[in-house]
């Protein structure tokens, strides 16, 4: 059964990031939904809405409630999660969800529209 979880989540590729992005897998309930891991708690999952907020997405974490949304809300604007950055408006979660998103559904679709879609 743990090989049948692995195969179904994925580690974003964190080539391009400081931190150790978490596991993400889709939600299943609706497109867009992730399930993120918890990196300090490891039976912990937290819930990410990527249509939420404008398109900016949520997430269920602490850190999201008390201290990104917030910075949302008083910045007005958008400020990329990274380690130590101060004023975020998003979660190590949301990014993970965002490059997840990116490299499994976003990348493959433009590569379809690239190659050109067949007629169904």
Same mark, same amino acid.
């Given at each position: =059964? ?15 990031? &400081? ?5 993400? &897998? ?35 974490? #602490? ?18 999660y990274?380690?130590k950055?101060?004023?975020?408006? &998003? ?18 679709? =433009? ?5 050109? #879609?067949?007629?169904?």
């Amino acid at each position: =059964m743990a090989a049948e979880t692995a195969s179904k989540r994925a580690k974003v590729n964190d080539r391009w990031t &400081e931190y150790d992005p978490p596991w993400v &897998e889709p939600d299943g309930s609706a497109p867009f939904r992730y399930r993120v891991e918890s990196k300090s708690m490891p039976d912990l999952w937290y819930l990410v809405d990527l249509t939420a907020r404008n398109g900016h997405g949520r997430c269920s974490c #602490i850190h999201f409630q008390t201290v990104a949304d917030p910075n949302y809300r008083r910045h007005g604007s958008w400020i990329p999660y990274a380690p130590k950055r101060q004023g975020v408006s &998003e979660c190590k979660h949301l990014r993970a969800a965002w490059d997840y998103h990116h490299l499994h559904v976003t990348v493959p679709m =433009m590569d379809r529209f690239k190659n050109g #879609i067949p007629a169904a």
